[in-house]
T-cell receptor, first 115, second 109 residues
Framework: SAVISQKPSRDICQRGTSLTIQCQVD?????MFWYRQQPGQSLTLIAT?????????ESGFVIDKFPISRPNLTFSTLTVSNMSPEDSSIYLC????????????FGPGTRLTVL | SQKIEQNSEALNIQEGKTATLTCNYT??????LQWYRQDPGRGPVFLLL?????KEKRKERLKVTFDTTLKQSLFHITASQPADSATYLC????????FGAGTRLFVKA
């Protein structure tokens, strides 16, 4: 298994600003992912964070809006750029590949409110 | 497009009864399905994974079935307890996971 931490746990931001969310895993993992979850709704995959290369984004998400870094096998960041109230959500980091079964381990999430 | 559907209505059951949650998938033939538990304000926690060639998988009071003909997985919690109250998510297996919307379970004492 893997233990994942995220920082910050929550933030309130002004429209037009950017926020970077950090995700730290306690062991080396193959895959890391970033999700968004609106209250009461399911997880929507934003992108797969690839170590040493550009992230792979899902339909509807673009690099200019959600730049992602993954400098090594234990750490990734997601930036929410030029925020608007529609970006208010919970952002979750996950990791998989610790056992080869692709089960995912999630961080506690970052609750973002944009005013 | 690939879809994972779970009953969006909350499931209310009495303590001690068996809770059964349903997950249906369309336009997809997953090699395996996964079930997660999510409590309010927390990230999902992995519970069970079942492969397409496995009919049933058990872990303590949990049981998962996988019917590739019906394109459905059932998740059972036997002898349910109030502590089992949470949202349960079904997800596809593979390189990246697609999740259903989840079903909220309330177990009354």
């Amino acid at each position: 298994s893997a233990v994942i931490s995220q920082k910050p746990s929550r933030d309130i931001c002004q429209r037009g600003t950017s926020l970077t969310i950090q995700c730290q895993v306690d062991s080396q993992v193959t895959m890391m992912f970033w999700y968004r979850q609106q209250p009461g709704q399911s997880l929507t995959l934003i992108a797969t964070a690839n170590q040493g290369s550009e992230a792979t984004y899902e339909s509807g998400f673009v690099i200019d809006k959600f730049p992602i870094s993954r400098p090594n096998l234990t750490f990734s960041t997601l930036t929410v750029s030029n925020m608007s109230p529609e970006d208010s959500s919970i952002y979750l980091c996950s990791a998989s590949g610790t056992s080869g079964l692709n089960e995912q381990f999630f961080g506690p999430g970052t609750r973002l409110t944009v005013l | 497009s690939q879809k994972i559907e779970q009953n969006s209505e909350a499931l209310n059951i009495q303590e001690g009864k068996t809770a059964t949650l349903t997950c249906n998938y369309t336009n997809y033939s997953p090699a395996y399905l996964q079930w997660y538990r999510q409590d309010p304000g927390r990230g999902p926690v992995f519970l069970l994974l079942i492969r397409e060639n496995e009919k049933e998988k058990r872990k303590e009071r949990l049981k998962v079935t996988f019917d590739t003909t019906l394109k459905q997985s059932l998740f059972h919690i036997t002898a349910s307890q109030p502590a089992d109250s949470a949202t349960y998510l079904c997800g596809t297996g593979g390189f990246k996971t697609i999740f259903g919307a989840g079903t909220r379970l309330f177990v009354k004492a």
